[in-house]
Structure formats: structure tokens, C-alpha cells
């Protein structure tokens, strides 16, 4: 009978233990839902759970450092903005700031404060991102939707510094190319007063939310020293609890003056690492405001680039009168001047941790070997490590907190 | 030509033919085209910085959805236009073929950014040098990356292909010598 | 600093622009970093990055590694030559399991070997790939395209 046959195999399965388990490959290809990126990871499932994981990387991987080899210092910005292009000024001015060291070139104060300007809004912007990915991921889309249209306002304002949205290409070595103009700085403030509203209404929906504390909390933990041995830098390492941070361990670009905190988490599991962001963008906007505050304290109103005629840009109404200028202008521009020989690494705190650039040259126009040292591509190695044993929901969810961009993945 | 002005105001530009009393009466090539052109679908195929792009162009501010795109689906087999934006490598060109490939038909192809379109910045042994030399595509959207502007004129582009698209197209002999240069089928 | 450190002296020390350069010989590289990080004076825990390097004029082969002390704050930078012909250097992902991937990016650009790593495969460049793309004498560009004018281009 039916019965007597599910009975039988009921106790079948209880006696004997020696059915294997069977194992699900699944392949959680390089075309993702959600716009995260083309990476690949095949997983071997146990049903709901993630027994192991493969990673293949690779598709988009566009040879920037062998490009560098080829372009004069000035033509390698636009390649950095393309690393991690959710926060591209960050990469121009960490690249600007590589080139300055190794010329020896001294930025004036104004210049400095206006970097950090740009970097702090920057930031903002990728957190931004990723912080309402991690929503969109766990089903709560309005924060999404709510949110860019505050990353559209900060688009805007690098339109009135750069004239693009995106791939910024922002700056000059030693400096800017032209001063914030008024338009900017009323778009600033306009930004500083309404977007801390905003992000209080996007903390308020997220943070204390039952259901979304139930999904991120305790998933994809990682220990402290774990994360050090894997390279971790940025906010992922702060949620396991190091605060290591470039700008404060190494300061560049004055940030020495400023006063900050950096928040760090507990356990490092996805709930740690959304705060940690959410409270790094309160602490970008308290700097901006210092910044602003530095600015309208001095009273040179009119720098905006560094005093050094080898390598920046005259003026151009000194280039149509002065004969000097017209000169150093012409060489600049034709990538006539030779950088010194020399080996220098620079780093600075990108959105996602410690953006390095190794530049060696040798005297020519292009340098000899540029290497990018990427934290994405670094740390998403221990991603295996953190979902094995949980489920594939929340490996989805660990991978986007990660805020992995397969621009600075590959390169 | 329509006999009645049609005093409410219209979501979608009716076509030509004849109306009356509770009725109107076009050609099915047209009401197909309408009815195909404000309902793509897309499947947004982004690999890099044009993905970000699409982000803000599908987000509240230039809103995608107005133009009947409401519905993204990952899904091949459920989605009307591949939107390719950003580079494609060497690497990714076949994942790209075998997502074109499990769409169904009618389905039309979208480069956006200078990228996808011919390689663009990237003249490198590793990046494919645009998408055309794996899959057939109908609009270029130039850019690096292009506004969100530019990729609604694209999609508007596409819905003019789509409505103005005559039936037996995609069982011609012309489409298939153009499957065959593809090495598709 | 440098002068309480050396238990092991086969290696040169030269001092650059912004951080100490260590050149070691290519079989003591495990050793070396081992004793940088574990050393209680000096304990550098991190490891930044690692990179391979070409040098044509002499015909080699480089990997350059930097290492960073929390603790202390220091930076340094550590490097090492390998012959073209026979490219071996010995894996440090016992040490620090960051070195994986960043051993296998270095060896799909310059086709350095090394022994003892886990999984030396391509990463980033299609595995049916020959060449190693980064060394000096291989071509940027796609070889591919018909359509690039050279006479235009001045080449």
C-alpha cells in the first residue's frame, strides 16, 4: 500500500546514513542581476547552502598598466578615473598626488583644501551607491530610488568644476584647471544643506529595520585578523574592528589639519560594514564643512594651482604675451618635458581602501612601470572564505556590501 | 487619417487609420509596431563606468520607465533589447553571443558607450574592439559615458526600428545572410 | 632601524626616495618576509602589494613587494631579479594569503613562476593565452584590426 511504502521508506532513510549527498553546481555567471559587475563564481551548492566557490575574474580587464606605458604623465588620468568609477576624482587626485611627490611639486593650502573638497564628495557618492545596492539587494528599492537623486545633485556640482558627470578626469597635476566658480560653491552649500536630511530619512528607513537587521546581521562575518592577513583595507577592515585609515596613518593633502573620527564595527558581518559607511559619509560632510570653514578663513581667494612652470600649465593670457610661458606651455603640451628618474608609491584612502599607485620611471616622457595597487581586487579573494556554510541569499548579499566594482577588479 | 480629434490626452502617438464610432481601424502592421515599441524590455547588459550611467537613467530623476522599459529583466528569454554598455572584452565576447543567442525573436541590440560601440579608449590586445564583431547591433549611442539624455534618444531611436518594423523581417533572407556573417544558427 | 634588523646578510641594502629598498636574493624571499613580519622590533604585519617588473637592458625579470608596519608606521619596499630564462621564485601565500591573487596577476602579465602557489592560473587575461602581455616587447594593440590607417598615425 501507499502507506506502507512511505513508511518503509522513511525508515530506510533513517537507518542507513550512507546516501551520498549530491551536490548542485550553480553558476552565478558574469552577467548579474543588480548591476554589480561581471565576475564570475561557481558555486558547489548543498541545496540551500554553499558548500564551495570558484571565482573567475577577468572580463573586463582592459590592460590599464600596460596603457600607462604608453601616455604621457598627464593622458593617465582619464585611465584612472576608469578604476573605480563610482568615485572617479578620488583616483584623479590619489594619481595627481602620486605625480607631485615624485616631481617634488608643493601644493599651496587653497589647492589642498580644495582636493579635499572633491575627495569628501566623492566618497559620499560611491557610499552612497553602495549603501543603496545593499537595499536593492535585500528588496527595499526606495532607498535606491531616493537616494540618486541626491548622487544626480553631486553630478552636477563636478559639472561645474570638470564639465562631465561621471569619468571625471578632474584636476591637474599641481593643481586645477580653472577656480570653483560661483555657481559651484552655491551648489555646494545647497548640497550641504539638503542632503544631511536625506540621508537621515534613508538611516532611518534601513538601520533600525527589523527585517533588514535580520538579513544583514551575523552574515559573511570576518575576524580582525583574518581580514588583515587577506589585505583588507577601507571600510571592510574597519567593520572587523582595525582603524586603519590612509589619512590618518599616512596624511597627504593636509588632512592632517582636519578632525575627523573613523567608525569602526564589531564583527565585520554585512550589518558592520553598511554602518561603517553610513557613518564615514556623516563624518565626509563634517569635513566638508571644515574645509569650507578653512577657505572662507583665508583670504587668498584666487589659487588654484601650484607654482611650478616645468610641469604646470601658465595661464593663458601669460602664454599670448610672454614668451616664456608661450615656451613652457608648448612643451607641456606636446609631453616634451622628461620627468625625473625615480620610484615612488603613494597611496591614498579611496571609497573602497587603500588605492596604491607605484610609478617608476626612467627619465622619458612615459613612465616605465605604473602598477595599481586595487583594493577590490585584494580583498575579494576572502570572499570564498566568507560564504561558505551560508546561503546563497546571503552570499548575495555579503558580495554587494563588499562593494565590489569590477573596474578596479580588473583594470 | 484619423477623422477625430482626440480631445484626452494620449500616452502613445496613434497610428494611421481609420476611426468611427467605437472603433479605429490600422493596418496589424501598425498596431504590432505600437504595441512592440512602447514595451521593451530591456536587459541591461552592464559590464562598466555606462552601467553607472544607466543606474541614474533608469533612477528617478531621467526615468526610463516612462518609455514603457518598467520592467528590467535579467532573464534572456523574458527581455525584448540587449542594452550592452560598457567594455566587453575578449574574455566576456562569448558570454555575450550566448546571451544573445537565448533571447527570443523579435529582439534588437543597443551599444551604448564609445566602448562597446568600437572599443573605444581602449585599443588593447584584451579588450574586443566594439560588440559588432560578435552580434549584430542596431543603434550606437557614442559617449564615454554618454549622458542619460543620449541613452533615451538611443532607446527612442530603437522604438522607431521597433514600430516602423514590418513583420516578415525576422524570417527574410536578408536577416538570415545577417544571422550567417554572425555565425549564428 | 634598518641596522638592528640583520640576522640575515645575504642581501643588499639600498636606500631610496621615499621608503628603505631592500634588494634579496630570489631563493631567500619567504625567509626574509617571514622575519620582517615576525620580528617583535618590527612587525610588518601588512602586506600592500606585489608587483613583477621587466627590465630589458639587462634581460630580467623583477618582483617588487611592499610591506607595511602598523605598528611602527613604516613602510618598505623589498626587490628581487629573476632571469628570463628561468623565471622561479618561491610563494609567499603561506605568509599572507592576499599574495594569491596578486601572484598570479604577476605571473599572467611576465610569466614568473612560482613554486608552492596553490593555483598558478590566469586571472585577468583569457586562459588560452600564450604570451605574457606586460613584458616590454609584446604590442598594445589589438593585431587584429583592419581598419587602423598606420600612414596617418605616423608609425
Known sequence: MAQGQQTDYWKRDIISHEEPKEYNILNVGPTHPATHGVFQNVMLMDGEFIVSTEQTIGYIHRAFEKIAERRPFYQITPLTDRLNYCSAPLNNMGWHMTVEKLLGIETPKRVDYLRIIIMELARIADHLICNSVIGVDSGALTGFTYLFQDREYIYEIYEEICGSRLTTNMGRIGGFE?????????????????????????????????IFMDRTINVGPFSADRALAYGFTGPNLRACGIDYDVRVMNPYCSYDEFDF??????????YDRFMVRQEEMWQSLSIIEQAIAKLEKMEDKETYFAKDPRFVLPPKEQVYNNMEALIWHFKIVMGETDIPAGEIYHSIEAANGELGFYLVSDGGRTPSRLHFRRPCFIYYQAYPEMVTGNMLSDAVLTMSSMNVIAGELDA | MSDKQISTPTIAETPEGIAGQGYFATSFEKAVGLARKNSLWPLPFATSCCGIEFMATMASHYDLARFGSERLSFSPRQSDLLMVMGTVAKKMGPVLR??????????WVIAVGACASSGGVFDTYSVLQGIDRVIP??????????????????ILKIQELAGNESLRRRNSIPYDELMKKYNIE | ????????????????????????QKDRIP???????????????????????HYPETSRLGVVYHLHSFVNNHRIRIKT??????????????????????????????????EGHPNLKRILNVDE??????RKEFPLEDQTREDKDDSMFGR
Open chain 2, 98 to 107: 550566448e546571451v544573445y543567442i537565448q533571447m527570443a525573436e523579435p529582439k
Open chain 1, 261 to 270: 573620527t573613523i567608525p569602526i564595527g564589531q564583527n565585520g558581518d554585512t
Open chain 3, 31 to 53: 625567509e626574509v618576509l617571514l622575519f620582517l613580519r615576525d620580528t617583535p622590533e618590527l612587525q610588518y604585519n601588512f602586506l600592500t602589494t606585489l608587483c613583477g617588473m
Open chain 3, 81 to 114: 631579479v629573476l632571469s628570463i630564462e628561468h623565471p622561479f621564485l618561491p610563494t609567499i601565500t603561506t605568509i599572507w594569503p592576499s599574495a594569491n591573487w596578486m601572484e598570479r596577476e604577476t605571473y599572467d602579465f611576465y610569466g614568473i613562476i612560482f
Open chain 2, 137 to 154: 547591433v542596431d543603434v550606437y549611442v557614442p559617449g564615454c559615458p554618454p549622458r542619460p539624455e543620449q541613452i533615451i534618444d538611443g
Open chain 1, 178 to 210: 580653472r577656480n570653483f566658480s560661483e555657481k559651484a560653491w552655491y551648489k555646494i552649500h545647497h548640497f550641504l544643506k539638503t542632503y544631511p536630511k536625506k540621508l537621515k530619512e534613508f538611516e532611518s528607513l534601513l538601520s533600525r529595520n527589523r
Open chain 3, 129 to 134: 593565452m600564450t604570451d605574457f602581455p606586460l
Open chain 3, 1 to 24: 632601524m634598518l641596522a638592528s634588523q640583520f640576522g640575515n646578510e645575504i642581501e643588499e641594502i639600498k636606500i631610496s626616495s621615499d621608503m628603505p629598498v631592500i634588494h634579496v
